[in-house]
């Protein structure tokens, strides 16, 4: 339950940060064009709303609705989800949305995508000034990576190090380059050896979802004990370095934690070096699979590379990196349209998991970056309902010079928002499937 709080506190609150600054994007344009912003909503409010309050001489109305699928502003004049048909079927005003030129609201329309991207640059900005990068290279996996059976499957094995891809060089690992590869090079044993990906290669990785194809390996050395555990008891040490479980080799974080599993709620012999001998002591592991220790930190292992930013270095590192995860979100987006992209489209659950089980602001400010940039992708996808909807009919209307009737207008506006709920009710099915039959 704990980790349930954790993880959906998480999402609410950057799920409400991004509605937030996407919504003030239209407010602040429409603002600026001098037309009339009705509401300012955080969430739905369909029949009440849990808070609200409008200031003195505003003709904004403040508030948070009870239904937490997004937000909205309402704009005077302007067809909507709303569908304010008396608003409409009244003379335009000019503070109406309605009564400016085109270029002005096309302006208004995207100022919600526009805010996005420039918030997720903000938080990558910031990212990088107070954490700075670490990196780890590939080249300083020295013990190597670990793979997944689908990995196994396709060639690669335990210990291997990803060297090159179709004859470049890949520094850091990037799993959608390494699915459009066509040969994957890695260093086996001191041997370099050639792997041919297969074209289905990105389609099995989706079609895995949380599944994880390659991990560091990491070599299990105690970085401490907890007291009056059973290791502890049992008389291990900060520096053992566990290498076999009842004499069956094992010497990876990820091999000793399965014959840990394996053997659970009971006794077995641990193989270790301490000091450079070898020792072999009995320890108890309880019902969960635990002996009650921690691993040494990954910087004990291998050279992380650490880099750290001025202020003002960090705005071009912000900028960087939102094109670099927008341009692998689009590319990844083909994937979406075959079977196994569109079984593994989620809803809020989904997303919810990816959020860590331990609050941790590094990765939460990761992520809403990395989300906001989805939300402003998405939402300029000509879709009716979506601002890229209304910002593709603006456009025609530049071009041709001809406005749209508001009679198609609202028709488009229904059936976009017909595509969304149905959109919507098959991607939070699929988390319900897979919770049922996980």
């Known amino acids: 339950m704990q980790v349930f709080l954790i993880k959906a506190l998480q999402l609410i609150l ?23 912003v009705e509401k300012f909503y955080l969430f739905f409010n369909p029949w009440f709303s849990l808070f609200k309050f409008k200031p003195k001489n505003s003709h904004t109305e403040y508030g948070v609705g009870w239904l937490p699928l997004g937000g909205y502003v309402k704009i ?11 608003q409409l079927a009244k003379p335009p005003q000019p503070w109406e949305f309605r009564s400016k030129k085109a270029f002005p609201r096309l302006l208004i329309m995207g100022g919600g995508v526009l805010f996005n991207f420039i918030l997720a640059v903000l938080i990558y900005a910031g990212i990088a000034y107070h954490w700075g ?28 190090i990803i060297y090159s891809v179709d004859g470049q060089e ?12 066509g040969i994957v090079t890695v260093k086996r044993n001191g041997n370099f050896e050639d792997i041919y990906i297969p074209e289905d290669f990105m389609n099995n990785i989706i079609a895995l979802g949380n599944t994880k194809f390659t991990w560091v390996r990491l070599p299990f050395v105690v970085g401490d004990v907890v007291a009056d555990s059973h290791a502890s008891q049992a008389g291990m040490m900060v520096n053992d370095s566990v290498v076999a479980i009842n004499s069956v080799p094992a010497s990876s974080y990820s091999e000793v934690v399965a014959k840990l599993a394996e053997n659970k709620d009971s006794k077995i012999d641990v193989s270790l070096y301490r000091n ?7 320890v108890v592991i309880d019902e969960a699979g635990k002996i009650g220790v921690s691993l040494k930190d990954m910087s004990f292992f291998y050279n992380i590379e650490y880099k750290k930013y001025t202020f003002w270095q960090s705005f071009p590192v912000g900028i960087h990196k939102c094109y670099d995860r927008l341009a692998g979100y689009v590319s990844s987006l083909k994937y979406l349209f075959t079977k196994e992209g569109a079984q593994s489209l989620g809803g809020f659950i989904a997303i919810g998991n990816i959020f860590p089980s331990a609050w941790n ?4 400010w990761s992520l809403t970056a990395l989300l906001s940039i989805m939300l402003g992708f998405m939402n300029i996808l000509p879709i009716p309902a979506l601002d890229g909807g209304h910002i593709f009919f603006l456009l025609y209307e530049i071009i041709t010079r001809r406005k749209p009737s508001e009679k198609f207008l609202e028709r488009a506006q229904v059936a976009g928002m017909l595509i969304l709920f149905a959109l919507m009710i098959f991607a939070n099915g699929n988390d319900i499937i897979k919770l049922l039959f996980k």
């Open 14 to 36: 950057a799920f409400s940060i991004l509605v937030i600054v996407h919504e003030f994007g239209h407010f602040i344009f429409a603002r600026i064009f001098k037309v009339r």
């Open 170 to 181: 890949m520094k850091e690992l990037d799993l959608q380059k390494l699915g459009e590869a």
């Open 76 to 86: 005077a004049g302007m067809i909507d989800e709303s569908m304010d048909k008396e």
């Open 361 to 364: 602001w590094y990765s939460f």
């Open 276 to 282: 450079g001998e070898m020792m072999t002591i009995p």
């Open 133 to 160: 990068d670490a990196i780890l290279p590939l080249r300083n996996m020295t013990n190597g990576m670990e793979f997944s059976e689908y990995g196994k499957s396709v060639g690669f094995q335990d210990g291997d």
